[in-house]
């Protein structure tokens, strides 16, 4: 009798599908477009590639890096987490009451943070694998409970960052060699879920489930618990960025986070990741969170109304989004063009 084990698997073959190079050539664009976005606000105030600008500016984007690290996974699988965002806030403020006054460790917060994370994910995965609800509905109404949840037990309180220990706010405002803490932990979740996605059988089968979830499961793959895990690691990543918030921050109140959904949505769309799943990289995502984080510090560098933040990320989207529709069609019309062959 043999038994089946999520190893990895051999490296892909060196002839790489036609939706693959596209998507490749899409992350390298938005690599260059974030390259050229930094150089021109550089070439119009130096100070914003000082030592103090490139720690601001991974400071600032460490969190949503994270957020749409974890909401890639979930996307390639075809479904949507709006919830990250408040499950964010929550984690924050139920971490901060919990250290308030205490001298508890960076761990504990984490370790919390990660508890009350994977909660709100399990039962939003639980609701869109086993009960079959559709993600938009439940991760909305996620949404709204978790809000109203950390409303009622904040009640207006404000956790300050003079009754938080010591140890947690050096989490957030610690470094090594010069380089902080945050953007190093986000590199390594980031590292981790893209080789996980790349090399392990249960990793590749997320694609699958995302580019035909019918055809997953009559292939064999336990598509609801694979939807599930997702969730579970959506709502993991969501909870340790709520205590990575309160190290960064140290004052906390019950909106934090507010209204981030939409943007890890758009970072993770403008990245590269499909919105209709089965395709897509976290690498992409990552680099789309670094061009919306690196716009919005241009644009107060050079003075310009936030407003325009707003309306050059629903650009992007809608941007992203029919890129994505039209190279599906070209994709789809060219393997089946190579199939007839």
């Known amino acids: 009798m043999t038994t089946t084990l999520d190893k990895p698997l051999p490296a892909p073959d060196s002839a790489r599908s036609l939706l693959d190079t596209v998507f490749r050539a899409r992350e390298l664009s938005i690599g260059g477009a974030l390259v050229l976005l930094i150089l021109c606000t550089w ?12 720690k601001d500016l ?44 205490t001298d508890h460790s960076a761990l504990t917060v984490v370790l919390l943070g990660l508890g009350l994370g994977v909660v709100c994910g399990l039962v939003s995965g639980a609701l869109v694998s086993f009960g079959r609800v559709p993600a938009l509905v439940v991760t909305l109404g996620m949404l709204y409970v978790v809000q109203g949840l950390d409303h009622a037990w904040a009640h207006g309180e404000q956790i300050n960052a003079v009754n938080v220990p010591d140890g947690v706010l050096s989490l957030g405002t610690g470094s090594v060699l010069g380089i902080p803490y945050l953007p190093l932990i986000s590199a390594a979740v980031l590292a981790g879920t893209a080789y996980y996605l790349r090399s392990y059988r249960s990793g590749r089968e997320l694609y699958a ?20 895990g997702a969730y579970a690691f959506s709502g993991a990543v969501a909870g340790f960025a709520g205590a990575l918030w309160l190290a960064r921050f140290g004052t906390v109140v019950a909106d934090a986070a507010n209204g981030w959904e939409l943007t890890v949505v758009s970072a993770v769309v403008v990245g590269g990741v499909a919105i209709t799943g089965g395709t897509g990289a976290v690498w992409g995502a990552a680099l789309g969170a670094l061009l919306l984080t690196t716009i919005g510090s241009a644009l107060v560098v050079l003075k310009v109304d936030s407003f325009w933040q707003q ?23 060219a393997l089946r063009k190579r199939s007839r062959r």
């Open 311 to 333: 309306a050059i990320t629903g650009v992007l989207l809608l941007a992203a989004i029919t890129t994505d529709r039209i190279v599906q069609v070209r994709t789809t019309s």
């Open 58 to 101: 991974l400071l600032n984007s460490s969190i949503l890096v994270l957020l749409a690290v974890g909401q890639s996974v979930v996307v390639i699988t075809r479904n949507i987490d709006l919830s990250v965002g408040s499950v964010t806030g929550l984690t924050a403020f139920a971490c901060g009451h919990f250290v308030s006054g």
């Open 209 to 228: 489930i995302g580019s035909s979830p019918e055809a997953a499961r009559l292939a064999g793959i336990p598509v609801r618990r694979r939807i599930l």
């Open 43 to 54: 070439l119009t105030n130096h100070g914003f590639l000082d030592d103090q600008g490139i």
